[in-house]
C-alpha cells in the first residue's frame, strides 16, 4: 500500500469527524473529580490528556493501539534475519492504529536512512561538546539545534493554515527520527570512542543503522536487542514525564525539534529516564559490596542499608503500575534466551526474588515490582555497551516515536494550547471552605 503519510490523510478526517461526533453527543459528561490530594500529589490519577497510540493498565502494563506487546512481538514485522518487532514497524502502529505490511516497514526504514543526513553545524556543536557533558545534556542540545531546518517553523513563519499543521509536523517529526540516529552515535563515538562514526547505510533499518553508528552491528544479536529496545521505550501512554512535555510545549505549536528537547530534558531525571543508568550504578555497587553472596539475607541486609539511607531502589516502583512491567518481562526473556548464564543477569534475576518483599515490608512504594529501567542495562553490559551514562539517550531515541506519534495528531486534530487551572494554598483553602 502507499506511504506512511498517504494513510494519514485518509484516516484524519475520519477521526476528527469520530471526535466531532463523540464531543457533540458527550462534551458535557464527567470522567473524574479531584482531590486536593491530587493536586499536591503530582496529579496523580488525574484525567485531564488525550493520548492515541497507547493506553497503559495497572495491572496489566502497556497496550499500543491495544496491542499487548506479546502481541506486538507476534503480530509486527520484523526483519527477514531476527525476530524482534522492527521499531518502524511499531511507529506505522502507534501512527495509524494499523498493523503494516513488511513492505510498508521497509519504506519506513528507506525513508528515515535517507532523513538522516546532519547539518554541518549540528556536527560540530556536538563536536565541541566537553566529554564530561553529559550525554542526555548534549542529546538535547543537538536536538534543539535542528530547529534550523524545521519545515514546520518556517511555513508557520510565512503564515500556515491551521488545516496544514500536521504535514508540516508530519515532516519535522520524520527527519526529527531519522536524526536522533547519527546524533546519539556522534556523542557516544565523541565521548566513549574515536570519535569516528560509521555512515547510515541507506537500505538497513533503523536499529541495524543504530547499532551501526555506535559500533556495535557486527553482533546480530544486539542489533536485534536493539529492535526489542527502541520498540518497547517507545511510548507509555500520555502522562509520564517525558510524554506529557512533548505533548505540552507542542501545544504552544513549538515545532517538534523543540517539543522532543523538552522532553528528552524531563526524561534526563533519575526518577524518570535517569533510571537506566542508576540502576547500573546500583547493581555494581551491590556487587562489589556482596560479592557472589547472593543469599537472601545479604541481599535483604544491603537492600535496607539503603532504604535506610533515604534512598529508593532504581528500577523498582511505578506512578500508575502496579504489577511487573511487561516491558521488565519482555526483557527477562531475551535475558533467558541469549544471555543465560551471564552473572548479572543472575543478580538482576535474584533481585526480583527479593525486592518485592523488602519493598513490601519497608511500606511505602505502592508498587514493589520492577520497572523497565530495572533490566535494559545489565543486557547492555552483555554487549559490551558499557557506559552507563549514556543509557538514557538509548531510551530518548525510542522515546521520540511515541512523542513524535503523538504531536502528528495532536495537530491533525486541533488540539489547543494546554493550560490547566492552577491556586494557591491560600486560594485553595477558600475554594474548600467556601464549599
Ligand atoms: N524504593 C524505595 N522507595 C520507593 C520506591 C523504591 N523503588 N518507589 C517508591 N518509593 C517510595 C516513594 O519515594 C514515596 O516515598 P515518600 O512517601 O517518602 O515520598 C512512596 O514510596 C510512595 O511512592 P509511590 O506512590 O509508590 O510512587 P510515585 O508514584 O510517587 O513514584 C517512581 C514513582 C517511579 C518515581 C518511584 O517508584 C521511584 O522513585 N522509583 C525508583 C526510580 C525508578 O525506577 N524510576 C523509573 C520509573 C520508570 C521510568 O519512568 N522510566
Redesign the pocket.
Known sequence: GGSLKDRLSELIPQKQEEIKKFRSEHGGDVVGNVTLDQMYG?A?GIRSLVWEGSVLDPSEGIRFRGYSIPECQKLLPSSPNGKQPLPESLFWLLVTGEIPTLSQVQSLSAEWAARSQLPKFVEELIDRCPPSLHPMAQFSLAITALEHDSAFAKAYEHGLSKHDYWKYTYEDCMDLIAKTVPIAGRIYRNIYRDGIVAPIQLDKDHSYNFANVLGFANNSEFVELMRLYLSLHSDHEGG?VSAHTGHLVGSALSSPFLSMAASLNGLAGP???L?NQEVLSFLNTMKEEIGDDLSDERIKGYLWDL?KSGR????????VLRKTDPRYTAQREFAQEYLPKDPMFQLVSRLYEVVPSV?TE?G????PFP???SHSGILLQYYGLKEQNFYTVLFGVSRTLGVASQLIWDRALGFPIERPKSFSTEALKKLVNAK
Open positions: 503530582g496523580r509520564n526518577l524518570h529516564g533510571a532504604l529508593v531502589v532504581p528500577g523498582y516502583g511505578h506512578a519493598l519497608h511505602k512504594t505502592k508498587n520497572n523497565v529501567d
